[in-house]
């Protein structure tokens, strides 16, 4: 254990030491791969274009085939786009949703048929940006906070501090209610639910600017920064240090932001420190592209009731 990063005795130091049990930081501790800080800018810039999957499934196929352009299933690659998977070609295994896992194939590994069809823009120019404008991504993320107990205020605030989160003592606030579902009757599903964190944001904020605020602080909670009411909701890491956690939050931050077209300062930290460090912190990886994940699921859907909701 290195004191440079992690206080002893520590939730951080506990979860370093049973990186053995997460694939991703497994990967990150027993190789060189991605702790140089270039090589890890250069890892973020092929996940954040990679937005036709989730950000861990992204990482999974940069590790298997760091120059893949889109990959797709042969089902998919056949029936959508008119083309055929080549004889021989080498999977890539990624993870299946509500399944273990899948096998894709780069577009390299296919040809073309007689009925083939262009491939979306996002593969044609993976970097272009997609308008810079949040659409009902905020909401839905905000809405959603409500499930982990998250209460979000506007307040007045200077330019140098855009948001923040902190855990709180919710045993004399007024419960939350977040709605989900409909019972037999048709009517709508209401879960009470304590308030365990304090979000605060700038009042002063542009649309896009305040997602972006959102996500980096939902991102030191995701990452375990503040704990966790429950393990198996996402990890407690306390104690990591603060170059660490900053790094974390932005690194989040920047892949969710960009993956949606949104330009957010995030960018301009990442590439800052790789022009000053020649290492990156001692971070997770593993970390990193599930708390992205789940803040990405945020701003798309409705999300189910944690399970000891009332």
């Known amino acids: 254990m290195n004191d440079k990063y992690y206080e002893h005795d520590t939730p951080a130091a506990e979860w370093a030491e049973q990186s053995t049990k997460h694939a991703l930081d497994e990967l990150f501790?027993?190789?060189y791969a991605y702790r140089s800080s270039k090589e890890f800018y250069n890892l973020i810039q092929f996940v954040r274009s990679f937005h036709f999957y989730s950000p861990y499934n992204a990482f999974l196929i940069h590790i298997q085939r760091p120059g893949a352009r889109f990959v797709a299933p042969p089902m998919r690659w056949k029936w959508k786009y008119g083309r055929t998977v080549k004889p021989n070609a080498n999977p890539i295994v990624i993870l299946q949703p509500m399944g273990p896992v899948m096998f894709v194939f780069d577009i390299s590994d296919t040809e073309e048929g007689s009925n083939?069809?262009?491939?979306?823009d996002g593969v044609v120019k993976p970097f272009a940006v997609q308008g810079g404008k949040i659409g009902d991504e905020l909401w839905r993320t905000e809405d959603?906070?409500?499930r982990d107990g998250i209460r979000i205020h506007g307040h007045k605030t200077g330019s140098q501090r855009a948001g923040s989160i902190q855990c709180v003592d919710g045993r004399h606030l007024p419960l939350l209610v977040y709605e989900y579902g409909k019972d037999n009757k048709g009517n709508?599903?209401?879960?009470?639910?304590?308030?365990?964190?304090e979000l605060l944001m700038s009042q002063e904020l542009s649309p896009e600017s305040r997602y972006a605020t959102l996500v980096h602080e939902l991102a030191h909670l995701y990452l375990g920064h503040l704990g966790t009411p429950n393990k198996k909701w996402w990890p407690d890491r306390q104690g990591l240090s603060r170059s660490a956690v900053e790094f974390e939050a932005e690194t989040v931050s920047y892949?969710?932001?960009?993956?949606?077209?949104?330009?957010?300062?995030?960018?301009?930290?990442?590439?800052?420190?790789?022009k000053n460090h020649e290492k990156v912190p001692q971070i997770s990886l593993e970390c990193l592209m599930k708390a992205a994940g789940i803040i990405e699921s945020m701003g798309?859907?409705?999300l189910k009731p944690r399970k000891d909701a009332d």
């Open 300 to 302: 798309k859907k409705r």
């Open 144 to 146: 959603n906070a409500i």
């Open 188 to 197: 709508i599903r209401r879960y009470r639910v304590p308030v365990r964190y």
């Open 116 to 120: 083939a069809r262009p491939l979306p």
């Open 29 to 31: 501790n027993a190789t």
């Open 255 to 274: 892949l969710v932001c960009k993956r949606l077209g949104i330009e957010t300062t995030s960018e301009a930290y990442l590439s800052g420190y790789v």
